[in-house]
């Protein structure tokens, strides 16, 4: 089989030259386009050349339909318009998906599904492997330990950019310890404190967030119980392991049936 065909779209920020590099890295991938919105500086660049590799022969355009036209898949770090607007040209070319998007709303999400009968998409919060085998341990432990006993709290920090909250991770973290406790995040979550609160209700999953400087990212996930705390963690300290988990997705994804997959899909962890 061919080197594995793919784009970058949002090329030319920090999280679009690290899939940059990691395409490079991966034997079996190649990259065959760069997007980046109209007007970005970038435009017109060798994309090779602004990730720190040299030139490679792709340039850096506005217009996306021809570039998937020609790949096998997409890899998308970009914005929930942006990526909404991806999943439909990547359902019309019938070719792989990967979004790390994160910030997407309920509607966002339901337009990638409906575009995931026709694309092979890959979605998570976070690319990272070892985040999602972070996710599966925090599902264990919350399914082990009875949430009458053990309460749940989630903290994140991130870079003082960051423009969502909590972050796309907390939220894939929330979802896992909501599994292991068989009920819904949504309506047992609680994101924000402020003034008399009141006692913490049983069963709820809490999140924290904390934004400043250069953090790439940094979780934990607390079990609290009466004299003890279990608490299971990740950080992170180069956007290069959420480009290399970016990078594994697309090459697994290639060639199976369209449909909605995850980041545990990936490593068998589903």
């Known amino acids: 089989m061919s080197d594995m065909g793919l784009v970058v779209v949002g090329a030319g920020g920090r999280m679009g030259q690290a899939l940059v590099r990691a395409i490079g890295d991966t034997a079996g991938a190649r990259i065959v386009g760069a997007i980046e919105r109209p007007g970005s500086p970038a435009l017109g660049k060798d994309i090779g050349e602004l990730a720190g590799l040299g030139a490679i022969g ?3 355009g506005d217009d996306p339909l021809p570039a998937f036209a020609k790949a096998d898949g997409v890899l998308d ?3 929930p318009a942006a990526t909404v607007e991806f999943a ?3 359902a019309q070319a019938r070719i792989v998906h990967i979004i790390g998007t994160t910030g997407c709303s ?3 999400d339901a337009k990638i599904a409906a ?3 026709h694309a092979t998409v890959v979605k998570s919060g976070n690319m990272s492997l070892g985040v999602n085998l972070l996710a599966a341990l925090v599902e264990q432990a919350a399914r082990a330990l009875d949430g009458e006993d053990f ?3 989630i903290l994140e920090m991130h870079h003082k950019h960051k423009v969502d909250a909590p972050s796309g991770t907390a939220l894939l973290l929330g979802e896992a310890a909501a599994a292991g406790r068989d009920i819904a995040l949504a309506g047992n979550d609680v994101r924000v404190r402020d003034g008399h609160t009141g006692a913490r209700k049983a069963g709820s999953i809490g999140f924290a967030s ?3 400087g250069s953090v790439v990212g940094e979780h934990s996930v607390v079990l609290a119980g009466q004299g003890e705390r279990i608490v299971l963690s990740h950080h992170a300290d180069d956007r290069a392991i959420f480009a290399r988990g970016a990078v594994k997705a697309a090459l697994w994804a290639r060639g199976r049936k369209p449909g909605l997959y995850s980041m545990r899909d990936v490593l068998g962890l589903s």
Do not use: K
Request: net charge negative.
């Open 58 to 60: 792709v340039t850096v």
């Open 115 to 117: 575009a995931a009968r």
């Open 151 to 153: 309460d749940i709290e």
């Open 88 to 90: 439909g040209y990547a």
């Open 106 to 108: 309920v509607e966002d």
């Open 210 to 212: 904390l934004r400043g």
């Open 77 to 79: 770090f970009t914005a």
